[in-house]
């Protein structure tokens, strides 16, 4: 299954139910820094874009499961959708065909196993083999994709006498653990004894037996910390490693994705094994559509910005399946497709739909194959991340390497509202032009701000090329002695931090005042505010005394990384003061912030 998708019950009932039976199913660095091997990043230097069975599978959508839960998954459908994505999509850059988890068990979830212990294509489903398979996707000029949860399936085991593929004298009784602790998001496994000599065998068989069938692109599902589970149990990271391992012993360049919710502070690990890796629980609903807003497309506007650092050639964060190509199927309005769209092209997520590609609609087609949004997911853009609180209503940007930016505005209210990029929030004042890239057309210039009236979950994506110059901006650093701290505020170290501390503890009634900021002249002013949180807060900010407006700051992914928003201030001319207050919860520690000289 896909993502977090080994069972027959909604991934999310999974997490909350132990489901033995099934299997479940279904990550700016430099390549050096990923999997150890040159073939290993050549394979991730860009995002991957493709296709993923799990969406249609998973799916309650009349028609597209008529065997009973995931029987979608079959050698007839994924020929379709092979067609479909050869002749529809490939021009564009889409490569894989991912075929999810169940290709080894029957409609009741029955597997099947090779002699070692293997997975092995259920005949029903796949009754000319995975390596028919794979050629056949080969021969469209794809690539294929395969799929495996972490460990030894339970089913698997045989009493702890199946023997191991060369590997002379070792059995399953050999690979795992002696009280058969179980493993991966499902608890669907035995968890591997990495300790042990045979356990590796045991990986590199199964590594040799895909990469024998000639599969491109592994996904590795359940695996932890993560996946809706933590402690030394479902700590997979030796799981990992081995198979980067193995992968790297069969000579072929195969793509490892880690699914799912990986836990960030093993994103070291994840980025040295692994390409690519999801940061987030099933985009999909498990409901008589695709997906829904709610659940949990939504969610990555919040989830995704601690992650941002981590995403560079040779790995990726994997936001999940893009599925906006179906309309009616997809769940969505025709603005939520936008958005969704536009934040996995920005935060460079791998572009790979779970949509039926014989039933793209004319609109769909056109979000998935809109050369200008691809070019910013695939080029040299970096990763976007919020320059604005995570409210309502915020813009995410990145500096392109031809100095110009790339700019969305997001409305996720559940009404029309406007959305204003400040200039100043990228660090220049005065004129820029504004292209707008789903709709390839040139907007003009604009002064020192865009704004855009957009629907509920509605957005825009514009290149922003400044003929302006630098703002120039006055630091207070929060450390100051002239600043005023009340209740548990207090003054701490953070390396990452300008002049190497923050203030910090702020919560419970925790504030943190900055005294004397000097502007000539009243007006509104866009501070930009430096903090570290790992994990999203909310602080209320107010100036002079007067009425405090409650922002939400997105996580910076840890409590040792620094990152900016900008917010709107009202200050008059001279003497100021600006307050951070966690009032009754806890905010981020503050930093520093930087004035605009001018409105």
């Not at 959708?81 to 988890?101: C, E, H, P, S, W």
């Not at 040295?272 to 695709?290: A, F, H, M, P």
């Not at 949509?355 to 056109?366: A, H, I, K, N, P």
């Amino acid at each position: 299954m896909r993502s977090s998708s080994y069972s027959v019950m909604p991934a999310r009932a999974l997490r909350a139910v132990v489901v033995l039976a099934l299997a479940a199913g279904a990550v700016t660095v430099a390549p050096a820094a990923h999997a150890e091997t040159t073939d290993a990043a050549a394979v991730a230097a860009k995002p991957y874009m493709g296709w993923s069975s799990w969406s249609m599978q998973s799916s309650k959508y009349p028609g597209l499961n008529p065997d009973g839960d995931y029987s979608y998954l079959t050698e007839a459908n994924v020929n379709k959708q092979t067609d479909a994505l050869a002749a529809r999509l490939k021009k564009f850059g889409y490569q894989y065909v991912n075929i999810d988890a169940g290709w080894w068990r029957d409609n009741t979830w029955k597997p099947e196993y090779d002699q070692y212990g293997r997975q092995k294509a259920d005949p029903k489903r796949f009754p000319s083999g995975m390596k028919s398979v794979a050629d056949r996707i080969h021969a469209k000029g794809l690539k294929a994709g395969i799929y495996l949860p972490v460990g030894l399936e339970k089913e698997a085991y045989g009493d702890g006498k199946t023997p191991i593929w060369n590997a002379d004298g070792c059995t399953t009784a050999d690979i795992v653990y002696g009280d058969l602790r179980t493993t991966n998001g499902w608890d669907s496994s035995y968890k591997l004894d990495f300790s042990r000599p045979c356990t590796q065998k045991y990986i590199d068989s199964q590594a040799q037996l895909i990469a024998g069938w000639g599969y491109d692109f592994l996904k590795l599902d359940g695996v932890g910390p993560g996946s809706g589970k933590s402690g030394d149990q479902y700590d997979n990271v030796a799981d990992v490693a081995a198979w980067n391992k193995a992968i790297a012993a069969t000579g072929r360049p195969v793509h490892l994705e880690l699914s799912w919710s990986l836990d960030i502070g093993h994103a070291a690990d994840w980025k040295k094994y692994s390409q690519g890796w999801r940061i987030d629980t099933d985009v999909e609903c498990y409901c008589n559509t695709l997906v829904s807003w709610e659940n949990s497309v939504d969610d990555r506007w919040d989830d995704a910005p601690g992650w941002t650092k981590h995403a560079g050639s040779g790995g990726w964060n994997d936001l999940d399946s893009l599925d906006v190509g179906n309309g009616e199927m997809d769940g969505l309005t025709k603005a939520e497709r936008q958005s969704y769209a536009t934040l996995w092209a920005i935060a460079k997520s791998p572009l790979y739909t779970g949509d039926d590609l014989t039933r793209l609609d004319s609109y769909g087609l056109s979000l998935l194959t809109n050369k200008e949004v691809i070019a910013v997911n695939q080029g040299a853009t970096p990763p976007a991340r919020p320059i604005t609180p995570s409210d309502p209503q915020q813009v995410w940007a990145a500096k392109n390497p031809d100095g110009s930016y790339t700019v969305a505005l997001f409305n996720l209210a559940d009404s029309p509202a406007a959305v204003t990029a400040h200039w100043a929030s990228l660090g220049f004042t005065g004129k820029a032009a504004v292209r707008d890239l789903w709709n390839h057309e040139n907007l003009g210039t604009y002064k020192d701000k865009v704004t855009q009236a957009l629907p509920a979950h509605g957005s825009r994506l514009f290149t922003v090329t400044p003929h302006g110059s630098a703002l120039a901006f006055t630091g207070y650093e929060a450390e100051s002695s002239g600043n005023t701290l009340a209740g548990n505020a207090s003054v701490a170290d953070c390396s990452a931090c300008s002049g190497g501390k923050k203030v910090g503890n702020l919560y419970l009634g925790g504030k943190l005042t900055f005294n004397d900021i000097t502007v000539d002249k009243a007006g509104t002013y866009l501070v930009k505010i430096a903090y570290v949180s790992g994990d999203a807060r909310s602080v209320a900010v107010s100036a002079n005394g007067g009425g405090a407006t409650s922002h939400k700051f997105p996580s910076t992914g840890d409590w040792g990384t620094a990152e900016t928003v900008g917010v709107p201030l009202t200050l008059k001319a001279g003497s100021n003061t600006i307050t951070f207050d966690s009032g009754n919860s806890y905010a981020p520690d503050i930093d520093r912030i930087d004035v605009p000289k001018s409105s």
